[in-house]
């Protein structure tokens, strides 16, 4: 999702990676940090990503919450590797990895949603439906509608899914009212940070010439600020994390267990859901 943007850094045929053969090109400069790295601090800014999903197929899989939870953080980490890759790169094939598994998260969320319970209730044919209609979305994008028009559509409409239903959960009979708060202020913070990541992108896309203008009186690191794509990559980390982990939890109440965790950040910074610590006692 962007503009094709003109970068006059350098000769393009002496950048580390060859020349740009992606549809798309940032607003920051291209190799103005690094001769490895195309576009530095927006290649850096998916490591807000990268840690929630890594922190969640850690937890997932350690308290075997599920192959579909441990899915749908696998999916987020394919999302932020993709995202890294095409951003130090700007490669064509780099850039269908960041940009694919977008959907793919969204529509493994929105299964993990629906079929919440341990017992399937749609059988084979929900996970075929959905396989199809990425599948369909995936090809189209490949061979035919190479725009980046098309695939902001198709990620609005599997992001809504996901988020649509998400809120659905919010009033299952299970979810108790300890539980409901908690799963409020996932969805609020969630869905915060995407709006605006949304923003953010925006007016990075918008209001580019003079962010680089106003950029190129700034010292490093403090330019940085202004990598507005950077603020994107951290807000729509935090936003999808905050709603995968709401889909999380949403699982671990159908199963009774959710009293038995809680949402702690690693660090001080990264959400993840872990055990609650046992209360003292005299």
């Known amino acids: 999702m962007g503009m094709i943007l003109k970068d006059n850094v350098r000769d393009p045929h002496s950048y580390f990676w060859g020349e740009r053969t992606s549809t798309l090109d940032w607003c920051e400069e291209n190799y103005?940090?690094?001769?490895?790295?195309?576009?530095?601090?927006?290649?850096?800014?998916?490591?807000?990503?990268?840690?929630?999903?890594?922190?969640?197929?850690y937890n997932s899989a350690k308290h075997r919450q599920g192959k579909r939870i441990t899915?749908?953080?696998?999916?987020?980490?394919l999302v932020g590797i993709?995202?890294?890759?095409?951003?130090?790169?700007?490669?064509?094939?780099?850039?269908?990895?960041?940009?694919?598994?977008m959907l793919y998260v969204c529509t493994i969320a929105f299964y993990s949603l629906l079929e919440i319970k341990k017992k399937i209730r749609h059988g084979?044919?929900?996970?075929?439906?959905?396989?199809?209609?990425?599948?369909?979305?995936?090809?189209?994008?490949?061979?035919?509608?190479q725009s980046p028009v098309f695939h902001q559509v198709a990620f609005a409409v599997s992001a809504s899914g996901a988020a649509l239903f998400a809120y659905k959960r919010l009033n299952d009979p299970c979810v108790n009212s300890d539980a409901r708060r908690l799963l409020v202020r996932l969805f609020m913070l969630g869905n915060i940070c995407m709006l605006s990541g949304f923003f953010v992108w925006n007016l990075d896309n918008i209001f580019c010439n003079q962010l680089r203008s106003y950029r190129s009186y700034m010292e490093m690191p403090l330019n940085a600020v202004l990598q507005l794509h950077g603020w994107w990559h951290i807000l729509t980390g935090y936003g999808c994390g905050y709603l995968l982990l709401l889909t999380h939890y949403v699982k671990l109440a159908h199963t009774g267990h959710s009293h038995l965790f809680t949402v702690r950040y690693f660090l001080g910074v990264f959400p993840h859901i872990t055990l609650r610590e046992p209360k003292k006692t005299d």
């Open 71 to 77: 899915a749908i953080y696998l999916a987020m980490l």
């Open 32 to 57: 103005a940090v690094s001769n490895y790295i195309a576009e530095f601090w927006n290649t850096l800014t998916n490591v807000t990503m990268l840690t929630i999903a890594l922190l969640g197929i």
């Open 82 to 101: 993709g995202s890294a890759c095409f951003h130090a790169t700007l490669k064509y094939s780099m850039q269908l990895l960041d940009e694919l598994p």
């Open 124 to 145: 084979w044919k929900l996970p075929v439906a959905l396989a199809v209609f990425q599948l369909f979305i995936t090809l189209t994008y490949m061979f035919w509608l």
